[in-house]
């Protein structure tokens, strides 16, 4: 194979996998992995992938948007179920829990309506609705309605934030990355986020594989205020060890 034609099989590659590492291209493309280092050198000059220690992964575009919410519960929902059962593990009796708005919290919410003695602070009306006939306290943060994705936001959902001392935050985010951490592409969203995080003691970030590996515009979380991150299977092996470096805790399930 000419070295064009194996640099374009590489991009290729990372494309569909989001991140490699040199040992495993070397394998599958059969080279020395001094080889493969050149080859990655020279599309990272390009900006077409970034270079990490001991790998490489997607250079992907800047996360600008968000599809509606109807989309959203649409994409992965095996994956998300399998995140909120997860997460749900961890939610002990007494706790008192903040579940984030999103798809993914949505089915953390499914998986402990039928429990009792638990405080549930959530600004998605959605989830609201969803453990209305439950047993469970449930706090509605009040706020201005965003009708697109029935949440809510704004300076009554942050003063309400403030006040509270949760156990546990389960935190969505439409980009997640090893290095620049949480972010997100709305700031008007930005400060409810980080109220949640301020207000609990122990944060877990839920997220299936597409979010994982991107950025946005606005940071509102370093991974170092992160205690555990909750994902699927179908993210790529190397990028689970880019995690790890960042937060020792994270579940692939």
Not at 153 to 178: D, R
Request: aromatic share 6%; glycine share 6%; net charge neutral.
């Amino acid at each position: 194979m000419l070295p064009a034609e194996r640099k374009q099989q590489i991009l290729k590659y990372v494309q569909e996998t989001k991140a490699a590492s040199i040992q495993d291209l070397s394998i599958y493309f059969k080279v020395h992995e001094a080889t493969i280092r050149r080859d990655l050198t020279e599309l990272a000059k390009d900006k077409k992938i970034k270079r990490t220690h001991g790998g490489v992964v997607l250079n992907e575009e800047e996360v600008l948007s968000e599809p509606h919410f109807d989309l959203r519960e649409g994409a992965f929902v095996e994956e998300k179920r399998r995140i909120g059962v997860k997460a749900a593990s961890f939610i002990e009796e007494g706790d008192s829990i903040i579940l984030d708005s999103g798809t993914t919290t949505k089915h953390i919410a499914e998986a402990i309506k039928n429990r009792k003695n638990i405080t549930v602070v959530t600004n998605d009306i959605h989830i609201a609705a969803l453990l209305r006939y439950s047993n469970l306290k449930v706090i509605v943060t009040g706020g201005v309605l965003y009708r697109e994705n029935f949440i809510l936001n704004g300076e009554v959902t942050n003063h309400t934030l403030a006040n509270l001392n949760v156990s546990k935050a389960f935190i969505g985010t439409p980009a997640l990355h090893p290095e620049k951490g949480l972010t997100h592409f709305d700031d008007t969203l930005v400060s409810a986020k980080t109220s949640m995080i301020r207000s609990s003691k122990e944060i877990f970030v839920v997220t299936d594989h597409s979010k994982i590996g991107k950025i946005s515009l606005h940071t509102f979380a370093k991974m170092s205020e992160v205690d555990h991150v909750i994902t699927d299977d179908r993210l790529n092996e190397h990028m689970v060890d880019e995690l790890r470096n960042a937060c020792g805790n994270v579940w692939v399930v």
